[in-house]
């Protein structure tokens, strides 16, 4: 699984999250995980879907906390110095793919030349430089920091939408970067007039 940019360095984006939709990509949607999945790792996840083709795809899981874990921890970990800022910033489990990898989703207005667009407001970013520019005060307005992403080989993420373990809607910056009070899967359900309650076990019936 790579991210991939264009030749001439730019990120690779789309013109919208509805256009990538009917081009067969999930880029810049967020994938829903169904009341029922029965995989612990993403359970109740929402996912924001950074990179999808034919030959793989990967996302972020948005709203799984790292228990004990925050920026200030995270920088004693890498060795880089005390945090001046943002240092009670929680850290997020992105999934189970590169567990030792940081992976950050952030608002454009603070792009390095290595970010990628996943939406035309959302970037994201794997550089150690921008959480150094978060905790100076100079980062992007919102940012969520986490270790790992998820991933899938070619095919496996359309045949799990096929058995009905995600639902997926286009991804905003206002609902990624909300505050973290709010429970966002069930926020998400709520707008798109689903009940999980309602849901059936019922994954792989499709």
């Known amino acids: ?15 919208s999250a509805s256009t990538a939709r009917q081009n067969g990509s999930l880029q810049g949607h967020l994938l829903i995980a ?17 990179q999808h083709d034919d ?5 972020v899981v948005i709203n799984h906390r790292a228990a004990r874990m925050n920026l200030g921890k995270l920088y004693e970990t890498l060795d880089i110095g005390a945090p001046r800022f943002c240092s009670d910033q929680p850290v997020h489990i992105g999934g189970p793919v590169e567990s030792n ?30 959480l150094r520019d978060i905790t100076n005060g100079i980062g992007p307005a919102h940012s969520i920091v986490s270790l790992g992403c998820a991933g899938w080989h070619a095919g496996q993420l359309e045949s799990e939408l096929a058995a009905n373990v995600w639902l997926s809607m286009p991804a905003t910056s206002d609902l990624v970067f909300r505050d973290g009070t709010h429970d966002i899967w069930k926020d998400v359900y709520e707008m798109l007039g689903v009940d999980p309650a309602h849901f059936v076990s019922d994954i792989g019936r499709a």
């Open 34 to 50: 169904h009341p029922q999945i029965d995989d612990g790792r993403f359970s109740r996840a929402v996912i924001v879907m950074c």
């Open 101 to 130: 990898r940081g992976f950050v989703l952030h608002t454009q207005d603070h792009m390095l030349p290595e970010s990628l667009s996943v939406t035309h407001d959302i970037g994201l970013t794997s550089s150690i430089e921008i």
């Open 55 to 59: 030959q793989s795809a990967m996302g």
């Open 1 to 15: 699984m790579v991210l991939r940019k264009d030749t001439s360095g730019a990120a690779k984006t789309f013109d």
